[in-house]
């Protein structure tokens, strides 16, 4: 149930448009997606249809996700053009210039991660402004923030990164979005909850993987890891990027 404007908190009792900054930021992560998923497509050897899919895919994916768990019209991704026109630039991008030299793959680690805190807390606000609770509003901000790597990983038939062994990225997604909710109860303005939620976000994923940060995974003794009924598992998406070499791909 939507709550009445009334019984909202204060810092959200605001208009629900993100300040200027913050849409530039959106629409950044937009494109910095696409080109993720324009350079995943490139190491696979796709054609060009393939590479404006998966762009479209990894960067509009968790939002729609979220807007469709959400219920409250259709996602913004389809409403809003300038969504899907940037995704495909973003492909276009990754067509035309491969982005294999270290400081072009370090700008993408620094700018997936100020992207992954931006749509964390997103999300996480967006939740709460339609009437839901403190953990759907976690999951939200979380599938907002990783979502579209999920489904991208699937398309290209891998196991998503964010499963595990790979560095940490849905933890801060959750920090992230957990910093926005408790920024909000606390009746911190909208805005600078979302510039605190933005940085808690972007500092982990950062810090997690310079520091290459991973959960513990399960480790079987049976002598069955790692096998399926047809056979060894896939290695994880996120073990290496899209040029082969460790990247902005890997996170967990």
């Not at 219920?71 to 035309?96: H, I, K, R, S």
């Not at 700008?107 to 964390?120: F, H, I, Q, R, T």
């Not at 972007?202 to 513990?216: I, Q």
């Amino acid at each position: 149930m939507v709550l009445d404007a009334g019984e909202l908190p204060a810092a959200l009792q605001a208009p629900q448009a993100l300040s200027d900054t913050f849409r530039v930021i959106d629409l950044c992560g937009v494109l910095l997606n696409g080109i993720l998923g324009g350079l995943i497509a490139r190491g696979k050897g796709f054609d060009l249809v393939g590479f404006i899919v998966l762009a479209m895919l990894t960067a509009t994916g968790g939002g729609v996700l979220r807007d469709l768990m959400i219920q409250a019209g259709p996602p913004v991704a389809l409403t809003d053009p300038y969504y899907l026109y940037t995704a495909c630039l973003g492909a276009a991008v990754a067509w035309f210039v491969p982005l294999r030299s270290r400081p072009a793959r370090r700008m993408l680690v620094v700018a997936d991660a100020v992207v992954l805190g931006c749509w964390a807390a997103t999300g996480a606000s967006k939740a709460l402004v339609n009437g839901l609770g403190v953990m759907p509003a976690l999951l939200l901000g979380c599938l907002t923030a990783v979502g579209g790597s999920m489904i991208r990983d699937v398309a290209v038939g891998q196991t998503p990164a964010v499963f595990g062994g790979n560095k940490l990225y849905a933890v801060p997604a959750l920090v992230a979005a957990g910093t926005q909710v408790a920024a909000i109860h606390a009746g911190l303005p909208d805005a600078y909850a979302m510039l605190a939620s933005t940085a808690m976000g972007a500092g982990l994923c950062l810090l997690a993987y310079w520091r290459s940060w991973k959960l513990p995974v399960f480790a079987d003794r049976s002598g069955m890891s790692g096998m399926s009924a047809g056979g060894p598992a896939h290695k994880p998406a996120g073990e290496a990027g899209p040029a082969g070499e460790a990247g902005p791909a890997d996170h967990a």
